[in-house]
């Protein structure tokens, strides 16, 4: 029969071997910058990403659900009609966005299912 102690150990083992095969098996992706994405985006076509970036001013589109998410110089069209959004997206806003790169038509969009946006600043100037 096994102690106390020996049991307590068991399970410990068990339970830390499993969030170690977790972890293993779905290792999170970094999050990428849309300047990386659009870099290469043929090596991330069809693949889950994040992706951060700037909602570029006057580009929401509520009637397709669409915006323009730009980087230092790059900018992508993303599509968010299967999304589940955050409060808060609006112009000049940081956004992360869980989703896929895709080709459709000649361009590069990319598919979001959940879109985070970043709190206003309260330091930012007053409209």
Not at 18 to 39: I, K
Not at 117 to 125: A, G, I
Request: hydrophobic share 40%.
């Amino acid at each position: 029969m096994l102690t106390h102690r020996a049991r307590l150990l068991l399970i410990g083992a068990v339970l830390t071997s499993a969030l170690a095969a977790t972890l293993l098996l779905e290792a999170p992706e970094a999050t990428r910058t849309v300047d990386e994405v659009m870099e290469d985006p043929e090596g991330l076509e069809g693949r889950q990403i994040a992706i951060r970036g700037e909602v570029l001013d006057g580009s929401i589109d509520n009637s397709t659900n669409t915006f323009i998410l730009h980087g230092e110089s790059e900018q992508i069209l993303v599509d968010f009609s299967g999304a589940s959004v955050s409060n808060g997206l609006d112009d000049n806003r940081t956004v992360y966005a869980e989703g896929e790169v895709l080709l459709v038509d000649g361009k590069w969009i990319f598919e979001a299912e959940v879109i985070k946006t970043s709190c206003p600043s309260k330091y930012e100037e007053a409209e």
